[in-house]
Nanobody, 121 residues
Framework: QVQLVESGGGLVQAGGSLRLSCAASGNIFRINDMGWYRQAPGDQRELLAAITSGSRTNYADSVKGRFTISRDNAKNTVSLQMSSLKAEDTAVYYC???????????????WGQGTQVTVSS
């Protein structure tokens, strides 16, 4: 099986910074794209940032210039450095990874359990 475990959420004041991390473990042959999403109460889950296995990145307009995604392929981890946080960034943050468990097996989406980020104004 595959597990994604997130860490690093919490409470921060507006203008502050937080770093989220996510580690993938289990039967992993290859990881393709990795990304971070968030979901606020009553809202749909939205993609914030994505990174390919070759470290090409893509960001939502709402976080561009404030958030930075990175990954360590040797450790199967993905991180999200968040700065200049705003009250509207308050949400549950989820990591996502497209993982093939075995050679010849297709890629499947896996999700972390979610970590709460609360930004006080």
């Amino acid at each position: 099986q595959v597990q994604l475990v997130e860490s690093g959420g919490g409470l921060v004041q507006a203008g502050g910074s937080l770093r989220l991390s996510c580690a993938a473990s289990g039967n992993i042959f290859r990881i393709n794209d990795m990304g971070w999403y968030r979901q606020a109460p009553g809202d749909q889950r939205e993609l914030l940032a994505a990174i390919t296995s070759g470290s090409r990145t893509n960001y939502a307009d709402s976080v561009k210039g404030r958030f930075t995604i990175s990954r360590d392929n040797a450790k199967n981890t993905v991180s999200l450095q968040m700065s200049s946080l705003k009250a509207e960034d308050t949400a549950v943050y989820y990591c996502n990874a497209r993982i093939a468990q075995y050679s010849g097996m297709g890629f499947m989406d896996y999700w972390g359990q979610g970590t709460q980020v609360t930004v006080s104004s």
